[in-house]
Antibody, heavy 118, light 107 residues
């Protein structure tokens, strides 16, 4: 059974850097074809894809946020970390990580709500 | 970047109704499209991948069709547990792009 869980701060101040960790079980990020992605959802709004990292360390980013995002993996710890710099109140959202195989996100973590406020 | 346009943005339907949601891509994406269901306060769940393949464990009343630019998610007989928001996602190329969602509400 594959599970993922997001962790990190629930509140960050404007201009700060957000660091989120996705801890997973039931699969290995060293297995060919496997990836982990990050997706966010502002309150009451649609899903937005942020970043993706593959088993071979190939990384992909949303162009609109690329300058602010970094995604890394620690295969030995079964973790993927997303950092987002220069946080702004518009970045308030629930952040999800998800397992990706053959191009599909399944399953997803439960999500973590991050509020950006001074 | 490919844009995904879903319609309608919301709909009201009754239990037992046949419901159709459409997703249009701004350029051809072959069949590289998935459909996700999200219930309030919950993470999205994969229903359909590769435009028409039913994910394991998903009821057969859900079906998907289409290729190229036009895609459809159909619920053949709406059940109480199907009231949710549905999103399409293209993974033909980067950046990946979700539609804006379709909220299915009880009439």
């Amino acid at each position: 059974q594959i599970t993922l869980k997001e962790s990190g701060p629930t509140l960050v101040k404007p201009t700060q850097t957000l660091t989120l960790t996705c801890t997973f079980s039931g699969f290995s990020l060293s297995t060919s074809g496997v990836g982990v992605g990050w997706i966010r959802q502002p309150p009451g709004k649609a899903l937005e894809w942020l970043a993706l990292i593959y088993w071979d360390d190939d990384k992909r980013y949303s162009p609109s946020l690329k300058s602010r995002l970094t995604i890394t993996k620690d295969t030995s710890k079964n973790q993927v970390v997303l950092t987002m710099t220069n946080m702004d109140p518009v970045d308030t959202a629930t952040y999800y990580c998800a397992h990706m195989v053959e191009s599909w996100f399944d399953p997803w973590g439960q999500g973590t709500l991050v509020t950006v406020s001074s | 970047a490919i844009q995904m346009t879903q319609s309608p943005s919301s709909l009201s339907a009754s239990v037992g109704d046949r419901v159709t949601i459409t997703c249009r891509a701004s350029q051809g994406i072959r069949n590289d499209l998935g459909w996700y269901q999200q219930k309030p306060g919950k993470a999205p769940k994969l229903l359909i991948y590769a435009a028409s393949s039913l994910q394991s464990g998903v009821p057969s009343r859900f079906s998907g069709s289409g290729s190229g630019t036009d895609f459809t998610l159909t619920i053949s007989s709406l059940q109480p547990e199907d009231f949710a928001t549905y999103y399409c996602l293209q993974d033909y190329n980067y950046p990946l792009a979700f539609g804006q969602g379709t909220k299915v509400e009880i009439k």
